[in-house]
């Protein structure tokens, strides 16, 4: 099967990609369709935003990417119909394991994901789009952050996170982050720091 080919994106016209996981059930091989749009401020489309850790760079899997086939691949498809429309995209197994986890059965998903939506292998497209990551992030209607999956100390190191979230506030507006600074909540409190670590 072919490799999935990026087009150019137009920069003057404020193009990003956006993926679309389709849907299936959790064990099934990854699909995905990827679609050039724009984003301004006149014009931002219903997305979520994926942030994760990139894993290991050489422990990398296939997913598979929808595309309009060729006049080639049509004739071919009498052949293989399954084949026909469909490119490989390596991406890593961190990645893999948390598309299966965010796909849902019964309908498709559209994200902004930086290792599919932007030419990994095209350094000016990567410099123009990590500049365009802020209003991404902050158009998006989630922002999904991937940690990786469940291991034996998961459920505390959340509940951690839980209480530390609670002890700030977050002014989206001003991009700011201050920490709520009452003596009953301060994170530094002997009750705080008093719950037993495995």
Known sequence: MAPYEYTPLKEEAKEIRLLTLLPDVFDAPIHISIKTVVLSDEEVPEIEALSYAW??????????????????????????????????????????????????????????????????QDLEERSSQVLRMPDIYSSAKGVIAWLGRESDHSSLAMKYLQKLGSRITVDWGLYTVAAVLENDIDPSSRDFMDEKWP
């Open 55 to 120: 894993g290991d760079a050489s422990d990398r899997l296939d997913i598979f990417v929808k595309v309009k086939p060729s006049k080639r691949a049509i004739l071919r498809r009498i052949r293989n119909p399954m084949r026909a429309g469909l490119t490989t995209l390596f991406v890593t197994r961190n990645l893999v394991e948390a598309l299966k986890h965010l796909r849902l059965e019964d309908r498709p998903r559209v994200f902004w994901i930086d290792a599919i939506c932007v030419n990994q």
